[in-house]
């Protein structure tokens, strides 16, 4: 009964390359939310995808960032050109419904930039 | 606009002791509350909700009561085991949510034996 798989589960980029950090649902759940967790801070909301659609992406920053949820395979967000700043923990939660807060999340992705 | 304040970390109790972590808000309306844990190495769990003022959520031995008129959401538990040490979020989602939530910076807990 597997939860909210997220990999890696650390990723090291030197600045100026991409980082691709991948997050697969739990079983039966069709909509999957991205938070980043900078140091010392909460849980900001990234965006909020369904298969094929993003439904909310209001805290995605304007640039560099993309995230998408395709018809198979796992959800995928995206940064280009990372810089030191993009270091944080990436986390990805899941819900069978919308408006579902009952979200069970992955065990997150730590991104070094170096 | 909306947010969520918690109390300052870290929190080191002895195994058996009365904890309370406070939580308020600033919101549009009258949200549901939830409080979330993070065991070390792990994902956030939902841990307790309310839906609306007055209501009380509970599991696990926490509790913790919506209330309006001071705009809180306190999570206590009347007696912490070792294993209750974790990270502790408030959160609620704001206003025209379509699913995000608004969470506190998280309250870490310690128990000693």
């Known amino acids: 009964n597997a939860g909210v798989m997220q990999n890696p589960r650390h990723l090291v980029r030197r600045r100026g390359q991409e980082a691709r950090l991948r997050c697969s649902p739990m079983?039966?759940?069709?909509?999957v939310y991205w938070y980043r967790q900078l140091p010392e801070e909460g849980l900001k909301f990234m965006v909020y995808?369904?298969?094929?659609?993003?439904?909310?992406e209001s805290g995605m920053p304007k640039e560099r960032f993309s995230a998408e949820f395709p018809k198979e395979g796992p959800s995928i967000l995206r940064i280009q050109q990372v810089v030191r700043g993009d270091s944080a923990a990436y986390f990805c939660?899941?819900?069978?419904?919308?408006?579902?807060?009952?979200?069970?999340f992955g065990s997150g992705t730590r991104l070094t930039v170096v | 606009g909306d947010s969520v304040t918690q109390m300052e970390g870290p929190v080191t109790l002895s195994e058996e002791a009365f904890l309370t972590i406070n939580c308020t808000y600033t919101?549009?309306?009258?949200?549901?509350l939830f409080w979330y844990v993070q065991y070390p190495g792990e994902g956030l769990q939902l841990l307790l909700k309310?839906?609306?003022?007055?209501d009380k959520g509970s599991n696990k031995g926490f509790e913790a009561t919506y209330r309006k008129e001071t705009t809180s959401f306190h999570l206590e538990k009347g007696s912490v085991q070792v294993s209750d040490s974790a990270v502790y979020f408030c959160?609620?989602?704001?206003?025209?949510?379509?699913?995000?939530?608004?969470f506190g910076k998280g309250t870490k807990l310690s128990v000693k034996p």
């Open positions: 939660a899941s819900s069978p419904g919308a408006q579902n807060y009952g979200y069970t």
């Open positions: 079983k039966g759940h069709s909509h």
């Open positions: 995808l369904q298969k094929e659609n993003i439904i909310d």
């Open positions: 919101a549009t309306g009258y949200p549901s």
């Open positions: 309310a839906t609306k003022a007055d």
């Open positions: 959160a609620f989602p704001p206003r025209g949510s379509q699913g995000n939530l608004i």
